[in-house]
């Protein structure tokens, strides 16, 4: 008589975090106000800075870096930001439309309530990254590297991931629509939760993303086109 397996044990994803107020931040009592004339610096580092109301329009502060510093109720119109830093930095209310954000490096940051429209962040690199109610609305994430990042309870209207690498990334929540993956690389990319899983391109690159069995009916016809499955009753 052949021995009876145990059965595995289900592994239970991760809870999502949970967003944060100023006064949790572990830098909060050092952060001083931003007196920067209304004007941020290229190759400039922003350290401990509480930017607050601010409203920067045609910024050009290409590879400045900000650590341990807060945003709250600022608006980024246009700009050039590519290869600038975020380490430690967390944004409540923060609007980007049509900013330059491409080759950025974003690290134990936290973004609530924001939003990014027309936003160029190609080959941009994040890494223990969230984003909490947060609308992304045609934002270019082609090439980008996104490790341990999760989006909750957010709107990702348009968004490109194609050839992007993304790891240990979660939606719980968040409305997907008409998100594309082209060519991008997927590991452990838990899809279970999310609100709606619109996918209009790049279905042939989910290999590595985990999704719940209802998701996996609603994506078969799109699984079998983009395999050259012929599905037919006759």
């Known amino acids: 008589m052949p021995a009876q397996r145990t059965p595995r044990p289900r592994r239970t994803p991760p809870a999502p975090p949970a967003p944060r107020e100023l006064a949790d931040l572990p830098y909060a009592q050092y952060l001083q106000p931003f007196d920067g004339g209304?004007?941020?610096?290229?190759?400039?580092?922003?350290?401990?800075?509480?930017?607050?109301?601010?409203?920067?329009h045609g910024a050009d502060a290409g590879g400045a870096g900000f650590m341990e510093s807060a945003f709250t109720s600022v608006e980024f119109d246009g700009g050039r930001y590519r290869r600038a830093r975020f380490?430690?930095?967390w944004l409540h209310t923060v609007r980007w439309v049509g900013a330059d954000l491409a080759e950025?490096?974003?690290?134990?940051?936290?973004?609530v309530s924001g939003a990014l429209a027309g936003v160029e962040a190609f080959e941009a690199?994040?890494?223990?990254?969230?984003?909490?109610?947060?609308?992304?609305?045609?934002?270019?994430?082609?090439?980008?590297?996104?490790?341990?990042?999760?989006?909750?309870?957010c709107l990702l209207r348009d968004v490109d991931f194609g050839e992007a690498v993304l790891e240990g990334v979660a939606f719980p929540g968040s409305v997907l629509d008409g998100v594309r993956l082209e060519k991008?690389?997927?590991?452990?990319?838990?899809?279970?939760?999310?609100?709606?899983?619109?996918?209009?391109?790049g279905h042939d690159s989910l290999r590595g993303?985990?999704?719940?069995?209802?998701?996996?009916?609603?994506?078969?016809?799109?699984?079998?086109?983009?395999?050259?499955i012929e599905v037919r009753d006759d």
Not at 104 to 111: S, V
Not at 125 to 140: E, I
Not at 188 to 199: F, H, K, P
Not at 219 to 227: Q, S
Request: proline share 2%.
């Open 104 to 111: 950025t490096d974003w690290t134990d940051t936290e973004a």
């Open 38 to 56: 209304g004007r941020l610096e290229r190759e400039r580092t922003y350290d401990t800075v509480h930017f607050d109301g601010d409203g920067f």
């Open 184 to 201: 991008a690389r997927l590991a452990r990319v838990d899809l279970r939760d999310a609100a709606w899983l619109g996918i209009t391109a």
């Open 209 to 228: 993303a985990i999704v719940s069995p209802a998701q996996l009916l609603d994506l078969a016809p799109a699984l079998a086109r983009a395999l050259g």
């Open 125 to 153: 690199r994040m890494r223990r990254v969230a984003f909490f109610n947060c609308k992304l609305d045609s934002v270019n994430l082609r090439a980008a590297r996104l490790r341990d990042v999760y989006f909750v309870d």
């Open 87 to 89: 380490n430690d930095v």
